[in-house]
């Protein structure tokens, strides 16, 4: 070491990365500590130990506490202005009635240790919340007394908080997996859980119900003696292949009931894996004993009916060499004349695109299996353009080599099944997503035991807690006073009544804190042998806004009403008054005068419930094809600038959209997958400005004139005209419906700024 260094005092101070360097340059001659040579050794050994050390570390010297701390440390400090060699209450301002205490006490020789302490510190020009596991050990002087205090720290915030997060995330499942259990537990269907070994994880009540197994006769793979003996090694052996590919595990089996009798279930389940890689199976399984039994009831009169539409030749068809022979019934159901003569290739152009391979792959598969009749649903066109669900049930007769196959077949339209089987399935999806959401509180309660089950949901909508657990006592206790009698009443009478089997109630509550609330239930009873009651479950949702709203609207439009009549009275009054001298003839002309006023008045009404200033068009637009952007979003193109209309304008444009997409829907580029719709607007400057709405369809089944005008097209054309003003064209393009509507716009309406722009 050079002899300089050494005589400066600074020889000590070798290594220390940069905060080495830092304190060798620093002009310590201007703190309290001196310039470096009159540093005690005490205080030289402790500042080298500190710069060598890889642990975050901080010297507090001397009875200010001036600050030294190493390279590890210097992260802690955030964009705290320059610490080194200032006071340790200055550095640490923020958290020095924490931190003071304790560097006082390590002053007076008292080392301390403290895991995971909360400190708030301002380190990035904002308090934040830190955790800390940190020592503050004394340090002596070569008196004997205590020079400094060394601070050895370790930020554990990082850990503190993800922990925590862990914890609630816990917490979250917690009370999902309640939510889950008492859900599975209102469902009429069976809903189990089982791991991957097969081992009964849990059987919602309905399980119970139906088999009489206890939970403890369920338990592992008790469950599996509900099976049909029959059926247990199949089902167990299709599930090892489901695991294997991964697919979802799905037939029918028959389940033993209390009574013994066997039935069919239809089920269905998927696997899912916990974050910690344990496999599950959720299952759901329904009761499709009576459905299969009309099943094979129906195959048997669908056979008697065969022979017997084949005798009358109702709807039947044969079809030989592109030749097609068909009975009136069948030429009405396509839309043909009866007297026609059917041409295959003419019939075929008709079917629903990719509807013709479908039917002809599926004869095909079935001579491929040795088969002679097959069995097709598909959609058609009739001669007029409706899409029409049919069903196809038809033989194939094969001739000589040299001869061609003849197909002989009946016919049957199940247009309107499948539309209940599509609405059906919306309505079990709507009721999905509003469960999955939380706007419905499910409820279970055991009229025998006493017993509520409901959801935290339920807990709030009557003012307790959500970790409450509700009982029957808790929710009369918050029946308003004004209406308690007539709900025990109701109650009484839903009860006593076996002939009353649902119910639907609407409640006022008021809760502790003096607020009251609305709140609307929909739910069953079920009944014992007896008819008593033993169990009754449903829904209950909050209504109070709607409550609230309807009060304030019905007092503003009978308030309105009231003197728009009083006017209206009075002008019909004065016309009285100031014509009851015409003439016989003009009599009608009075009367006409007076049923405008009264049509004004019943449209005074209708906009008074409204209660509307101006509506966004791309938010109309939006929302009157909601239904259709949840599930085609990617197929519909919207687009144009912001624009505000007035409620007339707002209404009429609702209109036409929905009659658009109506239209497309059932017939049009919405009808098929590979649809597509552009919707977009746009306004032209002049006086008055125009807005213009474009509807074009494209990718779409082929667009032919229609032989009659609709109802739908009479209300776009009557909007446009009556309520816009304006004009309406509808092109009839092969490739694609295109609807174009020009409305002018008044100068007063709520534009953009751009749009205000490019009118002016």
């Known amino acids: 070491m050079p002899a300089k260094l050494l005589a400066s005092g600074k020889g000590f101070l070798i290594g220390g990365g940069e905060m080495g360097a830092r304190i060798r340059a620093h002009d310590w001659a201007a703190t309290p500590l001196g310039p470096v040579e009159t540093w005690p050794q005490s205080l030289r050994t402790a500042v080298s130990i500190m710069l060598n050390s890889r642990f975050p570390t901080y010297l507090a010297w001397g009875q200010d506490l001036i600050s030294l701390y190493n390279d590890a440390y210097r992260p802690f400090l955030g964009n705290k202005p320059e610490t080194l060699g200032r006071p340790f209450a200055e550095v640490w301002a923020e958290a020095w009635s924490t931190v003071g205490p304790i560097a006082e006490q390590a002053l007076a020789g008292e080392a301390s240790y403290f895991e995971n302490m909360p400190i708030t510190l301002e380190r990035h020009g904002y308090p934040e919340d830190t955790w800390w596991t940190f020592s503050y050990s004394p340090v002596r002087s070569e008196s004997g007394d205590v020079g400094g205090v060394l601070c050895t720290v370790h930020e554990t915030t990082h850990e503190v908080t993800t922990r925590a997060a862990l914890e609630a995330e816990k917490d979250r499942l917690r009370k999902s997996e309640a939510e889950f259990r008492t859900i599975a537990d209102a469902a009429p269907a069976l809903v189990w859980v089982c791991s991957a070994s097969g081992n009964n994880i849990f059987m919602n009540e309905s399980w119970y119900k139906f088999t009489g197994q206890t939970p403890n006769e369920a338990q592992g793979t008790g469950w599996s003696k509900a099976l049909h003996p029959e059926d247990a090694a199949l089902i167990m052996l299709h599930w090892q292949r489901c695991r294997e590919s991964g697919q979802a595990y799905e037939g029918e089996v028959r389940y033993r009931r209390h009574d013994g009798a066997y039935r069919w279930h239809s089920f269905r389940a998927l696997p899912h894996r916990d974050r910690d890689g344990t496999e599950k199976w959720f299952g759901v399984s329904l009761d499709i004993h009576d459905l299969r039994t009309a099943e094979k009831q129906l195959r048997e009169s669908e056979a008697r009916l065969r022979l017997a539409v084949e005798a009358g030749r109702m709807a039947t068809f044969e079809c030989t060499n592109g030749q097609v022979t068909a009975m009136p019934e069948l ?182 804190d003096g607020r009251t609330r609305w709140i609307t239930g929909l739910g069953e009873y079920i009944r014992d042998e007896t008819g008593r009651v033993i169990r009754s479950r449903g829904i209950v949702m909050d209504i109070t806004e709607r409550k609230r709203w309807e009060e304030h609207q019905r007092l503003l439009i009978h308030e309105l009403n009231h003197r728009v009549k009083n006017t209206l009275a009075t002008v019909q009054s004065m016309a009285a008054q100031s014509l009851r001298q015409v003439e016989a003839e003009s009599r009608p002309k009075l009367q006409a005068f007076e049923n405008r006023l009264f049509a004004l008045a019943r449209a005074h009404d209708v906009l008074t419930r409204e209660n509307w200033e101006a509506a966004e068009l791309r938010e109309v637009v939006g929302e009157v094809l909601e239904p259709y952007l949840r599930g085609t979003g990617e197929r519909l193109n919207i687009q144009g600038p912001e624009l505000r209309l007035p409620p007339t304008m707002a209404i009429a444009f609702a209109m036409i959209v929905h009659e658009l997409a109506t239209n497309a829907a059932k017939y049009g580029a919405l009808s098929i997958p590979s649809g597509r719709v552009a919707i977009t607007w746009g306004i032209t400057a002049g006086e008055p400005a125009l807005l213009t709405l474009r509807w074009q369809e494209q990718n779409g089944p082929l667009v032919a004139p229609p032989t009659r005008q609709g109802f739908g097209s009479r209300l776009i054309r009557r909007s446009v005209a009556h309520e816009l003003a304006g004009e309406v064209e509808l092109t009839y393009d092969p490739a694609g419906l295109v609807c174009v509507v020009k409305a002018p716009l008044d100068k007063h309406m709520m534009l953009s700024q751009e749009d205000a722009k490019a009118v002016a």
């Open 331 to 512: 030429k009405r159901l396509l839309g043909y004349p009866a007297d026609a003569e059917l041409d295959a290739d003419e019939v075929l152009s008709h079917y629903y695109p990719g509807e013709r391979e479908r039917v002809a792959a599926c004869a095909q598969k079935a001579l491929e299996q040795g088969e002679r009749f097959f069995e097709v649903e598909y959609r058609h066109f009739r001669l007029d353009g409706d899409l029409r669900w049919l069903l196809l049930r038809a033989e194939i007769v094969l001739g000589p080599d040299s001869a061609p196959p003849r197909i002989i077949g009946v016919v049957l339209e199940i247009t309107d099944r499948k539309r209940a089987e599509e609405d059906l399935r919306e309505r079990e999806a709507d009721l999905r997503a509003a469960m999955a959401a939380g706007s419905l509180a499910p409820f279970d309660f055991d009229h025998v035991r006493g017993v509520m089950k409901a959801n935290p949901k339920m807990s709030e909508l009557y003012g307790f807690p959500p970790d409450h657990t509700l009982t029957i006592e808790d929710i009369r206790s918050r029946y308003h006073p004004d209406s308690r009698d007539a709900i025990w009443a109701q109650r009484r009478q839903e009860l006593t009544n076996p002939a009353i089997r649902a119910f639907e109630w609407t409640l006022h509550l008021l809760l502790p």
